[in-house]
């Protein structure tokens, strides 16, 4: 699966999913935003596997990169949210720091 992952830079180097695509692009509300999750957009196309949308907390920044990600040509039925993003994320464990 493609772990693209919108978390700010500061919050991407206190925790991320090992070989998570960052974009650095929440809360994904602008188009120079939008335009930072392309390179995980070319990711996920080339995988043609499960998208998985990582945020701060799964709410409307995901919500907004899934939506962009559904207008790019991703089918729908391979995109996800992290339910809850990393704030609920109950395996600190697995997470990364830069």
Not at 37 to 53: E, R, S, Y
Request: hydrophobic share 40%; with cysteine; net charge negative.
């Amino acid at each position: 699966m493609v772990l693209v992952d919108i978390q700010v830079k500061d919050e991407f180097s206190l925790h991320h999913f090992k070989n998570s695509i960052e974009t650095n692009s929440f809360p994904v509300e602008t188009e120079e935003q939008r335009k930072m999750i392309n390179p995980a957009v070319a990711a996920a196309k080339a995988a043609g596997t499960d998208v998985v949308v990582v945020c701060p907390r799964g709410g409307g920044g995901a919500k907004r990169c899934y939506t962009y990600l559904k207008d790019q040509g991703i089918a729908e039925e391979k995109l996800f949210i992290l339910e809850g993003g990393v704030d609920k994320w109950p395996y600190k464990e697995m997470m990364e720091k830069r």
